[in-house]
């Protein structure tokens, strides 16, 4: 995974993927980039977010971060929902792991199943276009990140991601994460 300035990226990120296989064949990365991406024996990038190396290791069967095997780090959130689908995340308190429930884009669930969402650390278009649809009318949409401080993300790319389908209807900072929130309307 590239940025534009030919660098190793993450997901977010990245601008164009490197796919080497006997040739080398380059595909531009657009705003819903999980559905460009082929699955893939080995991926390399840099700066993972938690949650996007949690989804990508569904299309890897490797991924490589900083020159290292991507690593999870549990980490406690400041949000438990109840009947919410829960994306790129998983912590010890809740007895969810990625190893319990995997599933890709798109999302094998029917329109209008859940009654919110908790999105951690994915800023993929693909993935705010099949929470939307996963969702019901009136459902509150959280997606969580981790302040830069704490190797995170930028909270403002994160805020126009989500608005993209979502009506923001708070963003507040909590224990090292902001949360924004958002309201599915149509």
């Excluded at 199943?113 to 969702?135: N, Q």
């Excluded at 401080?149 to 009506?167: I, N, T, V, Y």
């Amino acid at each position: 995974m590239l940025n534009n300035e030919g660098e190793l990226a993450n997901l977010n990120s990245a601008t164009k993927l490197e796919i080497m296989d006997g040739t080398k064949e380059v595909i531009t990365l657009a705003y819903g980039k999980l559905s460009d991406i082929p699955r893939l024996d080995v991926l390399i990038g840099r700066n993972f977010l938690q949650g996007e190396i949690l989804f990508l290791k569904n299309y890897v069967d490797f991924l490589i971060d900083n020159n290292k095997m991507a690593n999870v780090i549990p980490l406690e959130l400041p949000l438990y929902k109840r009947g919410a689908i829960y994306l790129g995340t998983f912590s010890y308190s809740s007895g969810i792991s990625f190893r319990d429930v995997i599933f890709t884009y798109p999302f094998p669930f029917r329109d209008s199943s859940f009654d919110s969402s908790i999105i951690f650390e994915i800023f993929d278009l693909d993935i705010i276009r099949e929470v939307h649809r996963v969702v019901k009318k009136g459902s509150r949409v959280y997606l969580v990140l981790r302040d830069k401080l704490f190797g995170g993300a930028d909270p403002l790319d994160g805020l126009k991601k989500l608005s993209s389908k979502f009506k923001i209807v708070m963003v507040k900072e909590k224990e090292g994460f902001w949360i924004v929130e958002g309201m599915k309307i149509k």
